[in-house]
Each structure stands twice: as C-alpha cells, then as structure tokens.
C-alpha cells in the first residue's frame, strides 16, 4: 500500500470508479483509492482444469439428453444397443486374464469386424479392446467402422471406444486424429472424440490448492 | 470473435460447444465473485460448476440482454441455494468510520491481510467490491446482478469500502499473530 501512496505534488489518478466517488472527501477517497488498487490479485485463482472438464461432462450429458430426446422408436432400439454396448464397455470389471483365459485370435476378429451380424461383430469389437494391443489392420478396421455412415451408433461408439483404449499406441493416435478431422454426424461419437482430445490437466489446479474431493 | 451475447444465442439454439468459449472468458471472474459471496474456494467451485449447470440446461430461457449479468445473476441465485443461510443482503445499521484514514495509511499493509480483511466484512458488501474492481462492472450492471436499485448499489458500494478499510485497520499487521480485534 504504501509504494501507492502519492507523493505530495505528485498529480493522482483516480483508482476507485468516478461513480463510486461521489461524497467522499479527500482523505477518504486517498484510502479508498489504496485499498481498491490494492485488492488486485487478492483472491485466488480457480481451480480451471477440473471445472474445465466438469463442464465437458455437462455438455457430454446435454448432447446424449437431446439426442435421446429425438429420437424415434428405430432411434430407441438403437439407443438401448448403445446402452448396453457402453454398460459393458465401460462399466462391466473386465476379469484379469488367467492361465486358462484363451487368448483371442486377432486376425479372427478382425475379420469378424466386417461380420454379417451385430452381435458377431459386437463381440470382436469388444475382443479387440480388451487385446493386449491393437494390431494395424484391426485398428484401422474400426476406424472405418467408426468412420461409416452407414454403422449403427452403437457400432461407432464401440469401435471408437475399442480405438481409444489402445490410444497410446502412436497408429492409433494417428487414426483418431484423423476421426477428428470429419464430422462424424454422431453426436456422441463427436462428443467422445472431443474428450478424447481434450488435455488431461491445464496444470492449474495445483496452483489452487490440489484435487478437491 | 463474437461477443457474448452472440455466442450465447448460437448456445441456445444448440450449438452447446460454444459454451466452452464463454466459459474460458468468464469462470475465473465467476469463481472470484463466487469467493466473495461464498467465502471459500469450495463452495465457489461447486457454485461456478452449478451455475454454467444451470446456463446450460436454461439456456432456452435467455432472451438477449448483457450476457455477462445473467451469468452472474445465475451464480449468486446458485449460491444462494447451495448457502442457504448465508445473507446477501446488506447490514441494516451504518458502518463506523472506524480509525481514520491517516491512521490506515500509515499502518502499511500486505495482501494477505488485505483479503483476511476482505474475508470479514459483510458478503452483501464483499458481492459489490469484487464485482466493481475485478469485473469493471458499473452500478447499473451490479444492480442487475444483486436486484437492488442503481442509487442503492452505489450507498452499498460506500458503506463496503468503509467496512473494508475499517476491517484492515483492525487486523494485526503480522498474518500469524491472531491479534484480530473484533468483525467489522
């Protein structure tokens, strides 16, 4: 406070908004003038990161409210499909694998990828994303499922869900990049890839004191 | 790029991303009047979380106008839900001049005890401060915000400053002291 203190002579600007000032005298309106410059950067920065995703996550569940909102009774059967395909996506444990577990013929299930039937192809979806990696041609199987008009939401979203649990492996990245890059015409799928753009952590919330639980 | 209000019409016919824009123009001005009202980094989470909430499921309902004092008229009606006991209005009784101003001026200062200072007086009195200095809002912005008359924010603004000065003046110089006299 004291460095804005004016010197005497020193010509003084006004700090404290002119409509704020009106009755004050001199010496009043001097400490007021102090305090209101002083109060810069007194209250703490938010916590950016975390309120950055909640709010992803409010648009994420606004999109799918709308989008389930409109549809019809087609639309309805395909949004239970989505419905049960994302519960054991990502909501079902996946039990570690055993000895005995049998390990899953990649090349099999890739060409079940382009199965005649939803379930077969559901299946390999799901055999895939659960691989230990995801091999080029598979990967770049589900991107175009991913990427067809003509695949079922919930075809699109497993295939995307598939891709985006092998995303540390760079041909993958590369692939989801390029999913980026075109309107999918899925809400969801659009919504999904966003996140899956989107920074973990902008490194502010540290700076306002750490994770809130 | 577009100003607020425009994003905010886009917003309400659906193009929900936008939100994200007026979100990175607005949430740290949001958190610091939440701060103000709610008294910690808490409650001004979950209230800047509950209010882009409630823009974004209201979002229909906006008819134009400065979109930045329904953001903040939306905050403080959150805040006031997830605080129900906290007043938003102002004390009824006069503030004391307190020590004079020669007397302030001459103690020295820091910022901490600054915002302890801050951090004592009325909420209702805290509301206007931030919304002035941090948002440059004028009287007749905060009075969208608050509900009061132009001429009322005004007198509240005066009566704030004084609580304030009247506040740091009663604090101890040292942050760790406790040598805190009594509220302002």
Redesign the interface.
Known sequence: ??EN?PEVGAPRKEH??A??R???DG??A???D???D??D????????G???R???R??LA??LR?WGSGLSMAGMATALVVGLVLGRLLFVPVPPPTPDTPVPDLRLETQLLSGATTAARLGAIVNLREAQSLPGPAAAALAGLVANPDSSAGIQIAALEALLAHARQPEVQGLVIELLDRPQGNPMVEALL?EARAPETDGRDEA??GT?T | MANDETLMERVSAGELGLLGELFERHHRGLFKYCMAIGGNAGIAEDCVQEAFRRVLQYRRSYRGGQFRSWLFRIARNAAMDLLPDQPLEPPDEEVDTGPGPEQLLASGQDRDRLRRALGRIAPAYREVIVLARYQEMTSKDIARVVGAEDGAVRVRMHRAMKALARAWSELDESPESGHERKRA
């Open positions: 406070m004291k203190v404290l908004p409509e704020f009106e009755g004050l010496a009043e001097r400490v007021f102090t305090l209101w002083d109060l950067e007194v209250l703490p920065e938010p916590p950016s975390r309120l950055r909640g709010l992803r409010m648009i606004e999109r709308a966003r306002a004191g809130r």
